[in-house]
């Protein structure tokens, strides 16, 4: 059996009726389109899975990865939870226009309809054009009622929280809670592995052939909470060589690294880690091989790998670890 390493993966494009060109101008992706709104770093979504892009495993699926390596890929406690399912999404999305208002349901809900997981999920913004924004919750106290009162009277937008963003704004989204991203951000997303959305306003927008996308405001509504704290904004300091939280859930917890020395790093949680360059670029040294990263470049370290180095002269790092 091929011993494991730090793989990278080939990213998988979509393009959305939202997307825009920052994800080939500013990450480098390996697309021409002008609409390309989102790159699926990790993905163990069906139909969607990931494809390893480095090293002897060079074209190895995710899937063939798990039901190979199994807990020395995921960690002992995550292949007892997940089985042979990897449980995060990571993805990069440009917005150039605003994507559409919408929330996720919670496990319970997503498993009786679905057979899927829910859709927690965080953002950390990468970069943002002048005045850009996220909706993130509601402007005022919420209730169903007066929630559908504006649904109805097609004036929703007025009772939604606008937060005009910059670069390394982090949101963390729980499921329930109604949001969007603004046209002119691109940031980072780690979440559940789900891809169960429910649009319930699309700003009256059409498709090329005329035609509105689909609405779920039906069954978005009993996936609501319209009671969550405003604690969505997620407040943390940067130090320098360390890994400073940012979120830390039941799904996930992912830091952030600002690396301007060698690092040297030892997996003690039992789980897989992964990074995401959002800045600058960075070399990973193990048993000395090398793995660089480039800004909008993604690695998956493996679970059984328990000790390896970063170094940069200037780079973030966004760490993530079940």
Not at 86 to 113: C, G, M, T, W
Not at 263 to 286: P, T, W
């Amino acid at each position: 059996m091929q011993p494991l390493y730090p793989l990278k993966f080939q990213p998988i494009l979509k393009n959305k009726i939202w997307g825009g060109q920052k994800l080939q101008q500013l990450l480098n992706k390996p697309t021409t389109a002008t609409d390309a709104g989102e790159s699926w770093e990790i993905s163990d979504v069906e139909g969607d899975t990931s494809v390893v892009a480095n090293g002897p495993l060079e074209g190895t699926s995710l899937k063939t990865l798990l039901e190979t390596y199994t807990s020395n890929l995921l960690g002992e406690k995550n292949f007892r939870q997940f089985g042979t399912k990897f449980p995060l999404l990571i993805k990069f999305i440009d917005a150039k226009e605003d994507l559409s208002v919408q929330l996720h349901p919670n496990d319970q809900l997503a498993k009786e309809r679905h057979n899927s997981f829910g859709k927690t999920e965080m953002w950390y913004v990468l970069q943002a054009d002048t005045d850009s924004n996220l909706i993130v919750g509601f402007s005022q106290q919420m209730t169903q009622e007066l929630y559908l009162k504006h649904l109805e009277a097609k004036t929703l937008q007025s009772i939604l929280n606008f937060d005009t963003v910059q670069a390394g704004d982090t949101y963390f989204i729980e499921v329930g809670r109604i949001h969007a991203i603004g046209a002119g951000v691109l940031l980072a997303e780690i979440q559940q592995t789900s891809d169960i959305t429910y649009r319930v306003y699309d700003w009256d927008r059409v498709d090329a052939e005329g035609k509105e996308r689909e609405l779920h405001n039906d069954i978005a509504l009993e996936a609501f909470d319209f009671d969550m704290p405003d604690n969505y904004r997620v407040k943390y300091s940067l130090d320098s060589n360390s890994s400073s939280e940012l979120v830390r859930c039941p799904y996930f917890t992912t830091n952030v690294l600002d690396v301007k020395e060698p690092i040297q790093k030892e997996n003690n949680h039992d789980s897989f880690m992964i990074y995401m360059c959002v800045e600058g670029s960075a070399r990973l040294e193990m048993e000395g091989t090398f793995t660089e990263l480039s800004m909008g470049e993604t690695v998956l370290i493996p679970a059984c790998i328990e000790s390896f180095s970063i170094s940069a002269n200037h780079a973030k790092l966004l760490e993530v670890y079940v």
